[in-house]
């Protein structure tokens, strides 16, 4: 009844439906919200930059998922 109240196929539908919830949990896991004080404190880790820290270094060192 959704679909045909949007003038969609079944398959559209549901195709359109999977491909916003998907698309909200990669948000979920990229978009955070921090308080004043969580801010400040990200920004001075962001500061520190990744000098030491292997494990970042290599993680971004590697391409993209999508430039694959």
């Given at each position: 009844?959704?679909?045909a109240?949007?003038?969609?196929?079944?398959s559209?539908f549901?195709?359109?439906a999977?491909?916003?919830?998907?698309?909200?949990?990669?948000?979920?896991?990229?978009l955070f919200?921090?308080?004043?004080?969580?801010?400040?404190?990200?920004?001075?880790?962001?500061?520190q930059?990744m000098?030491?820290?292997?494990?970042?270094e290599?993680l971004?060192?590697?391409?993209?998922?999508?430039?694959?």
């Amino acid at each position: 009844m959704a679909a045909a109240a949007q003038h969609k196929s079944r398959s559209d539908f549901i195709l359109e439906a999977a491909c916003k919830e998907a698309e909200n949990v990669l948000l979920d896991q990229r978009l955070f919200l921090l308080d004043k004080g969580q801010v400040a404190e990200f920004a001075a880790v962001l500061r520190q930059g990744m000098a030491g820290n292997r494990q970042l270094e290599t993680l971004l060192s590697r391409p993209a998922p999508w430039e694959e």
